[in-house]
């Protein structure tokens, strides 16, 4: 496959997952402030603006809207195309992408993506103002999400599929990363709280936001805890927004791209992600938080990126002087 | 009912579906009942699900005048341009014609130029070409195939004969649109459709493919065909992606590709892979910064040597731009009788050269009469139509056409064949033309219809679509007594 191509996928993939995440963090935050409203008396952290941290975008805001009201911080995150990380912006690229290699996707694929971006692109305020914006939300995330379905049956099993597939996932775990270190920070339980309402509500929000509620209580039971809600979010082994999940996940399709057989690691990026993979699964929860969770988060986005960097340097953008030549 | 068809009128233009004011020529007869009978609202809704099938499937071309980035569709006419078989197969042998002239006449420009020197073709108009590429010549590309894909502009003069208005040698687009209205119209009126022995279009692609393959150097067994294109922000991109999707093979750009040891190979994932034959959607000018412009970021920088040396194969090949420059058009009649030994099927419109000091003179008295263009435009920009100019129009170019009389043609202004189209109110008629496509590959091959433009403002002659043109879908009726696959033969096998 061509590199160029390998690269838009691979890119596709990763804003698509970013424009689901962002969806998904916005309707959790939309149902949470309901909540938090019939709850009189509570000290309740300030509605909307978390939301920034999670995606690291305080200081731009700041720049171009006054106050961090409501509207102002859906705005931003939603519409703003100044804001790189917005559902629009993201959306908008991982259109650009999917343009760029048109004849690698089918028509219908294609089709979806376009239509998922012709609609924003003609929306604004108002319009989510009018249908609320869980309804809004709602109905980006099922296009988003039909746009997944066109994709997984259309696709071939092949190269650009696990480009794909390790672009989804790598994007997939740093989020969980970023939401569980905003999350556990903002909601650090003040001793009088713990078990409270309020502290219920909290972890729960954070479990929905990667869409992982239910699925906690199935499979976990028992209390919601910081740390039994972070050991599910960082190390569980088969809830697919687990950051282990993710990683074993981005493991296995790219060891599909690059042939390698069990225990051999051919490349750097194999290499990077094997060793962070069986980091994962040894881990335990309580060394992971004697040791500062925010370090290990940190530590984590740090290793994320370089094995995103070692995946760009040995498919995409290697020297060609000394490239192999094939067929 | 109201009858959008009704107040319908011809001028002294030849309309297409109109033998006199209210009878219809037969072969549009179906066509006119049906539109006929419809009214505004159902019209309205058709040309909604037209226009949405074609912003969904990306038809689009960008303008990139405002930031927003904004996306049009190229305007569409819901009435199809009706071509019946015995038309058809006229334009077929005309076409046919011309093509293999315009081989010939092209090989002999890069080889011994006896057409320059029996005094046909003055060595002049060659030389200032600025398409003709002297580095070229005495160079044999793959098969002697000096052009591969032309499309040919035609018109219909107020007697209803077709004739060439200009050639397009170089990688011409709009092909793509002419599958997509098929795909929509089939959609918007399937029964209409299938009402008509309409000839299918789709080959289109395989036999584009077919043409690419065959200039492949022959020792390889499975060569790789890649389309080389300047980005995503050309215009034609859609079309680039369209074909390259349509024929199975690799859409690259210039960074994409590297010249080692005079072969060429395109970077993937697991290495350099060899390419064979590129077709391009590039001018010689950006194809390699060693040979050409040196500040081509869009080309390949060796990509002349493997060429030269034959180890890959262009389409176009370098240099096929010197026979489709506006000027040299002049000549095509005689370079047809000149190889041929036959008069010209399809006649071109009449021209005047404003090198040649009769016809120089006759320009610069006639201006507010006549068409002028510059030889080396194309899409409608650089002209001037006489009668609609303004008197500062008229005189700055008269003032170009005196500095630099190889740079302009006149023409007079020809009236257009009008058609049915879909307009605000009604449905009235507008000036179109025609753009069948011809590939030169093992033999002549021509796609059953083309692109028709029509020109949708009112009175206008111009169908760029950067003038306000949009298009028609094509119908080339097959013959009742020929076996040749249609539209609806093909849904049935």
């Known amino acids: 496959m061509l590199s160029r191509v390998a690269n838009y996928i691979y890119w596709l993939a990763r804003y698509l997952e970013r424009a689901e995440n962002i969806s998904r963090l916005i309707d959790v935050n939309a149902q949470l402030a309901i909540d938090m409203q019939s709850l009189p008396g509570e000290s309740a952290p300030a509605g909307w603006e978390p ?11 700041a720049k171009f809207y006054p106050e961090p009201t409501a509207r102002n911080i859906l705005n931003y995150m939603i519409f703003e195309r100044r804001n790189p990380n917005s559902l629009y912006s993201c959306i908008h690229q991982a259109r650009e992408n999917a343009r760029c290699i048109r004849e690698a996707l089918s028509g219908e694929t ?83 709280q713990v078990g ?50 993710s990683i074993i996940q981005a493991e296995e399709n790219l060891r599909r791209i690059s042939q390698d057989s069990d225990h051999h690691f051919s490349n750097p990026p194999v290499r990077a992600l094997g060793r962070l993979r069986a980091d994962l699964d040894y881990a335990l929860i309580k060394d992971i938080v004697a040791g500062g969770l925010h370090e290990y988060l940190d530590s984590l986005q740090l290793k994320i990126a370089d094995i995103h960097q070692a995946i760009i340097e040995t498919y995409i953008d290697y020297p060609l002087e000394n490239a192999p030549i094939r067929g | 009912m109201p009858d959008l068809i009704q107040s319908y009128t011809i001028d002294q233009f030849f309309d297409e579906m109109f033998a006199s004011a209210d009878t219809p020529r ?15 609202a159902e ?75 029996e005094g046909i073709v003055p060595r002049e108009m060659v030389q200032t070409s600025r398409h ?20 040919t502009d035609l018109i219909r003069d107020p007697s209803g004969q077709y004739q060439v208005l200009e050639d397009n040698l170089r990688t011409p687009s709009g092909v793509s649109y002419v599958l997509e209205n098929r795909q929509v119209l089939k959609r918007v009126f399937p029964n209409l459709i299938g009402a008509h022995p309409v000839r299918p279009v789709e080959q289109y692609c395989y036999d584009l493919l077919d043409t690419l393959l065959y200039l492949a150097p022959e020792h390889v067994p499975e060569p790789n065909v890649v389309l080389l294109t300047p980005g995503v922000y050309n215009s ?39 390419v064979h034959v590129i077709y391009r959607r590039i001018d010689d000018d950006f194809l390699d910064p060693t040979v050409f412009r040196k500040d081509s970021l869009l080309g390949v920088p060796g990509l002349v040597n493997a060429y030269r040396k034959g180890n890959v194969a262009l389409c176009n090949p370098i240099g096929t731009g010197v026979a489709d420059d506006k000027a040299m058009y002049y000549y095509i009649p005689a370079v047809i009788k000149f190889y041929l030994g036959e008069e010209p099927i399809l006649p071109n419109v009449e021209t005047y050269l404003s090198t040649t000091p009769r016809d120089l003179a006759f320009i610069l008295e006639n201006l507010e009469k006549l068409v002028v263009k510059s030889v080396n435009e194309a899409g409608g920009y650089g002209m001037l139509i006489g009668p609609h100019a303004t008197k500062a129009e008229v005189e700055d170019f008269r003032g170009k056409i005196k500095a630099n009389p190889r740079n302009f043609i006149a023409q007079p202004v020809i009236g257009l064949s009008t058609c049915p189209a879909v307009c605000e109110e009604r449905i009235e008629p507008r000036h179109i033309d025609l753009r069948p496509y011809i590939l030169n590959g093992e033999s002549v091959k021509i796609m059953p219809g083309g692109l028709t433009r029509v020109a949708l403002r009112k009175g206008s002659l111009v169908v760029n679509s950067s003038q306000g043109g949009g298009s028609k879908d094509t119908w080339v009726l097959a013959s009742p007594a020929e076996p040749v696959p249609t539209e609806t033969s093909e849904a049935i096998v």
């Not at chain 1, 939301?51 to 805001?61: C, S």
């Not at chain 1, 954070?206 to 809600?229: H, I, Q, W, Y």
């Not at chain 2, 037969?26 to 505004?40: C, G, I, N, S």
């Open chain 1, 51 to 61: 939301l920034l941290r999670v995606t690291a975008d305080e200081g731009r805001f």
């Open chain 1, 110 to 192: 294609w089709e979806q993506i376009n239509r998922l971006y012709l609609r924003i692109f003609h929306e604004n305020y108002d319009d989510l103002a009018r249908i609320g914006e869980s309804e809004f939300i709602n109905r980006t995330r099922s296009s988003i999400l039909l746009f997944y379905g066109i994709f997984d049956s259309m696709i071939p099993r092949k190269e650009g599929w696990f480009f794909f597939e390790v672009g989804r996932y790598l994007e997939r775990a740093d989020y969980t990363s970023r939401l569980i270190d905003v999350k556990y920070f903002t909601l650090l339980p003040e001793s009088d």
């Open chain 1, 196 to 245: 409270s309402a309020l502290d219920l509500i909290q972890w729960a929000s954070v479990l929905r936001s990667c869409s992982a509620f239910e699925a906690f209580r199935k499979n976990r039971r028992g209390l919601l805890t910081p740390s039994r809600v972070t050991d599910y979010l960082i190390l569980d082994e088969f809830f697919p927004h687990s950051i282990r999940y």
């Open chain 2, 26 to 40: 037969p072969h549009y007869q179906a066509l006119f009942e049906r539109f006929r009978t419809m009214d505004r």
């Open chain 2, 43 to 117: 019209l309205l809704q058709k040309q909604i699900i037209a226009d949405q099938a074609f912003l969904r499937r990306g038809v689009t071309f960008t303008v990139y005048s405002d930031d927003q980035g904004t996306e049009r569709i190229f305007p569409f006419d819901l009435i199809p341009r009706i071509i019946p078989h015995e038309e058809w197969e006229l334009l077929e042998r005309g076409l046919t014609q011309r093509m293999v002239a315009l081989n010939l006449f092209l090989q002999d420009l890069y080889h011994d130029q006896k057409i320059v020197k």
């Open chain 2, 132 to 151: 003709f590429r002297p580095e070229m010549i005495g160079f044999h590309p793959p098969r002697d195939r000096y052009v591969h894909i032309n499309g």
């Open chain 2, 236 to 274: 034609a991109y859609f079309e680039h992606t369209f074909l390259a999707r349509q024929m199975g093979v690799e859409i690259v750009e210039g960074s994409d590709l590297i010249v080692r040891d005079d072969r060429v190979y395109v970077r993937t994932t697991r290495g350099l892979s060899p």
